[in-house]
């Protein structure tokens, strides 16, 4: 019976694994290599997010066993260069994240609007919204908005936001576990 178990329990792992997204190339043969434009393009794209904001996010949403060890990783956020979290986190987010859309998003974040729709994220006004306010959008960024190249990127950024939150709290675990 025990035997059993152990079997199913091995099983249920290796399915989990699996449905992960986990690699499964055979023994001996390594992952694809990632294309070391791509991988730039990945890093830009996290630049022009200012993802290091979000990692102080995650980092204040984790629960740490004591206070000291919250500020700890704290002092180490501060400490690092965001070049280091972009190039950390771009690698993984690669495989998620077409290089054309790092291309087509860091274009918008890097266009006045996006620049403001990036403050925003980051950085509650604490202003009062009235029921039916719609934001400002200015006409030219309405149109650019349309664009179908615009539109696809945009897309596939939203159904990798769940991949970069995850990407940045793996990152903040290796981060706890560096000893600098």
């Known amino acids: 019976m025990k035997s059993v178990v152990n079997t199913a329990l091995a099983l249920s792992f290796v399915f989990a694994a699996s ?8 023994a001996g043969q390594l992952a694809p290599a990632r294309n070391p434009a791509h991988v730039k393009a990945v890093q830009d794209l996290l630049g022009a997010m200012q993802i290091e904001k979000l990692l102080r996010g995650v980092a204040a949403r984790t629960r740490f066993p004591s206070e000291a060890q919250r500020q700890a990783m704290f002092a180490r956020l501060d400490k ?21 859309t790092a291309a087509e998003m860091t274009r918008f974040y890097n266009t006045p609007y ?21 934001a400002g959008v200015p006409p030219e960024e309405k149109k650019e908005r349309k664009r179908a190249a615009y ?9 990798a936001e769940p991949a970069i939150d995850h990407e940045a709290f793996v990152l903040l675990q290796a981060i706890n576990k560096e000893k600098r």
């Open 19 to 26: 449905a992960s997204g986990a690699s499964t190339a055979p």
């Open 114 to 134: 996006g620049k403001q729709l990036i403050h925003r994220k980051y950085n509650n006004s604490g202003g009062i919204i009235f029921p039916g306010a719609a």
């Open 151 to 159: 539109v696809q990127a945009s897309k596939e950024l939203a159904a």
């Open 80 to 100: 690092m260069p965001p070049a280091e979290v972009y190039q950390r986190m771009a690698p993984p987010l690669a495989d998620r994240i077409s290089a054309d």
